[in-house]
């Protein structure tokens, strides 16, 4: 079956929302229509606002890092887009996912933060960990994670897991009540 929008490629997915068959381009063409109409609908941003995306070498992250770059510069939206990663100061953990974070943003050629955790409050997450043990260790990270974050930005873009259950109800708001309805959610 071929593509309802183009009509010369194959289609590869059906579109929950209106049911239209749609081959990978006008996919992709369409999700990104759907979040600028969101963007513009909502007055998420003004020229000159500083965007920082949460990378961390990780699929999620980099769905975010490129749909707004993609969309800043489509639309001209006029963000200063940056890149802010965090290490957390485990060994061993981050040292591959920042590799991955390297070549992002020598793809997108946007300014890269690289965070540490001991620089920022003045301890690493193996010396909490070595001091209270690992009972409460993410609570202390998550709390410097978005502390350091949210430094020098108007906005946060993080590309984030969500379990199977806030995820089907936001496909299934969006299917049935259309973008704003997520948004609506979320802020509710």
């Not at 590799?99 to 301890?123: A, H, T």
């Not at 010396?127 to 043990?133: L, P, T």
């Amino acid at each position: 079956m071929q593509c309802d929008k183009c009509a010369s490629e194959p289609a590869a997915v059906r579109r929950p929302r209106g049911g239209a068959l749609l081959c990978k381009s006008c996919f992709s063409n369409a999700f990104e229509l759907d979040v600028h109409q969101t963007i513009v609908e909502e007055n998420f941003f003004v020229p000159n606002d500083v965007v920082a995306i949460g990378v961390s070498g990780g699929k999620d992250s980099a769905v975010v890092l490129h749909l707004l770059d993609r969309l800043n510069n489509r639309f001209n939206y006029g963000l200063r887009l940056l890149m802010v990663a965090i290490d957390e100061g485990i060994r061993g953990y981050r040292d591959d996912s920042l590799e991955s974070v390297y070549k992002q943003q020598k793809r997108y050629c946007l300014p890269l933060k690289i965070l540490s955790y001991k620089d920022l409050f003045g301890w690493s997450m193996d010396e909490v960990v070595s001091r209270i043990g690992n009972r409460s260790s993410c609570t202390y990270c998550g709390v410097f994670r978005r502390q350091a974050l949210e430094r020098g930005c108007q906005f946060f873009g993080a590309g984030t897991f969500s379990n199977h259950l806030i995820f089907s109800l936001l496909i299934y708001l969006h299917q049935t009540n259309g973008t704003t309805a997520v948004v609506n959610f979320i802020e509710q």
